[in-house]
Protein backbone atom coordinates (compact mmCIF):
# COMPACT_ATOMS: atom_id res chain seq x y z
CA UNK A 1 0.00 0.00 0.00
CA UNK A 2 1.21 3.72 -1.22
CA UNK A 3 2.39 5.89 1.62
CA UNK A 4 -1.03 8.67 1.87
CA UNK A 5 1.17 11.52 1.71
CA UNK A 6 3.27 10.37 -0.97
CA UNK A 7 -0.50 9.68 -2.86
CA UNK A 8 -1.27 13.45 -1.85
CA UNK A 9 2.05 14.75 -3.40
CA UNK A 10 1.36 12.71 -6.37
CA UNK A 11 -2.09 13.94 -7.04
CA UNK A 12 -0.69 17.53 -6.56
CA UNK A 13 1.63 17.30 -8.73
CA UNK A 14 -0.97 15.94 -11.27
CA UNK A 15 -3.23 18.99 -10.87
CA UNK A 16 -0.47 21.23 -11.16
CA UNK A 17 0.55 19.83 -14.47
CA UNK A 18 -2.78 20.07 -15.13
CA UNK A 19 -3.55 23.74 -14.20
CA UNK A 20 -0.28 24.45 -15.88
CA UNK A 21 -1.32 22.72 -19.47
CA UNK A 22 -4.74 24.70 -19.45
CA UNK A 23 -2.87 28.34 -18.69
CA UNK A 24 -1.11 27.92 -21.40
CA UNK A 25 -3.53 26.96 -23.75
CA UNK A 26 -5.39 29.92 -22.40
CA UNK A 27 -1.65 31.78 -23.48
CA UNK A 28 -0.89 32.57 -20.44
CA UNK A 29 3.14 32.62 -19.80
CA UNK A 30 4.05 30.46 -16.49
CA UNK A 31 7.02 31.94 -14.93
CA UNK A 32 7.15 30.27 -11.87
CA UNK A 33 6.01 27.22 -10.42
CA UNK A 34 5.76 26.06 -6.94
CA UNK A 35 7.61 29.19 -5.61
CA UNK A 36 8.60 28.99 -1.42
CA UNK A 37 8.64 31.61 0.83
CA UNK A 38 8.17 32.71 4.35
CA UNK A 39 7.25 28.63 5.33
CA UNK A 40 4.72 28.57 2.31
CA UNK A 41 4.30 28.07 -1.35
CA UNK A 42 2.64 29.62 -4.64
CA UNK A 43 1.35 26.63 -7.11
CA UNK A 44 2.05 28.94 -10.30
CA UNK A 45 3.24 32.58 -11.00
CA UNK A 46 2.60 33.39 -14.58
CA UNK A 47 1.40 36.55 -16.87
CA UNK A 48 -1.76 36.98 -18.32
CA UNK A 49 -0.92 39.70 -20.42
CA UNK A 50 0.77 42.33 -18.03
CA UNK A 51 -1.42 41.06 -14.98
CA UNK A 52 0.91 38.78 -12.57
CA UNK A 53 -1.15 36.09 -11.89
CA UNK A 54 -0.57 34.55 -8.09
CA UNK A 55 -2.33 30.90 -8.51
CA UNK A 56 -3.38 28.20 -5.86
CA UNK A 57 -4.16 25.14 -7.33
CA UNK A 58 -6.17 22.56 -5.05
CA UNK A 59 -7.14 19.32 -6.51
CA UNK A 60 -9.01 16.16 -5.76
CA UNK A 61 -10.71 13.04 -7.34
CA UNK A 62 -14.31 13.52 -5.96
CA UNK A 63 -16.53 15.85 -4.33
CA UNK A 64 -17.20 14.33 -0.91
CA UNK A 65 -15.38 16.64 1.25
CA UNK A 66 -16.68 19.65 -1.35
CA UNK A 67 -15.13 21.14 -4.44
CA UNK A 68 -11.21 21.82 -4.35
CA UNK A 69 -12.13 25.52 -4.56
CA UNK A 70 -13.90 25.41 -1.09
CA UNK A 71 -10.54 24.53 0.31
CA UNK A 72 -8.95 27.87 -0.04
CA UNK A 73 -9.61 29.11 3.62
CA UNK A 74 -8.95 32.65 4.80
CA UNK A 75 -5.64 31.82 6.18
CA UNK A 76 -4.09 30.54 2.96
CA UNK A 77 -5.25 33.22 1.34
CA UNK A 78 -3.45 35.45 3.58
CA UNK A 79 -0.62 33.19 3.41
CA UNK A 80 -0.45 33.55 -0.45
CA UNK A 81 -0.72 37.51 -0.47
CA UNK A 82 2.15 37.78 1.97
CA UNK A 83 4.65 35.20 -0.30
CA UNK A 84 3.46 37.26 -3.12
CA UNK A 85 4.57 40.72 -1.53
CA UNK A 86 7.96 38.91 -0.92
CA UNK A 87 7.95 37.29 -4.16
CA UNK A 88 7.05 40.88 -5.76
CA UNK A 89 10.06 42.48 -3.70
CA UNK A 90 12.44 39.45 -4.53
CA UNK A 91 12.27 39.94 -8.29
CA UNK A 92 11.94 43.94 -8.08
CA UNK A 93 8.75 44.18 -10.00
CA UNK A 94 7.33 47.20 -7.89
CA UNK A 95 4.00 48.75 -8.64
CA UNK A 96 2.61 46.10 -11.06
CA UNK A 97 -0.93 44.95 -11.57
CA UNK A 98 -1.61 41.21 -9.78
CA UNK A 99 -4.61 39.11 -9.24
CA UNK A 100 -5.22 36.16 -6.63
CA UNK A 101 -6.92 33.11 -8.95
CA UNK A 102 -7.88 29.65 -7.51
CA UNK A 103 -7.48 26.79 -9.99
CA UNK A 104 -10.10 24.25 -9.01
CA UNK A 105 -9.06 20.51 -10.85
CA UNK A 106 -11.38 17.74 -10.34
CA UNK A 107 -9.49 13.82 -11.18
CA UNK A 108 -12.57 11.94 -13.01
CA UNK A 109 -12.33 8.35 -12.59
CA UNK A 110 -11.07 7.74 -15.93
CA UNK A 111 -8.09 10.24 -14.96
CA UNK A 112 -9.28 13.21 -17.15
CA UNK A 113 -8.84 16.37 -15.42
CA UNK A 114 -12.23 18.61 -15.57
CA UNK A 115 -10.40 22.19 -14.53
CA UNK A 116 -12.27 25.09 -13.23
CA UNK A 117 -10.26 28.68 -13.74
CA UNK A 118 -11.69 30.88 -10.72
CA UNK A 119 -10.21 34.55 -11.44
CA UNK A 120 -9.75 37.01 -8.52
CA UNK A 121 -10.84 34.51 -6.23
CA UNK A 122 -9.83 37.03 -3.34
Avoid: W
Wanted: charged share 35%; glycine share 8%.
Amino acid sequence: MEDPRKTRVKLGRLGENAAIRFLEKKRYRVVARGFRLFRGEIDIIAYDRKTLVFAEVKTRTGCGFGFPEESVTTAKQDQIRKIAQGYLVKSRLGEIPCRFDVISVLIEARGRPIIRHIKNAF
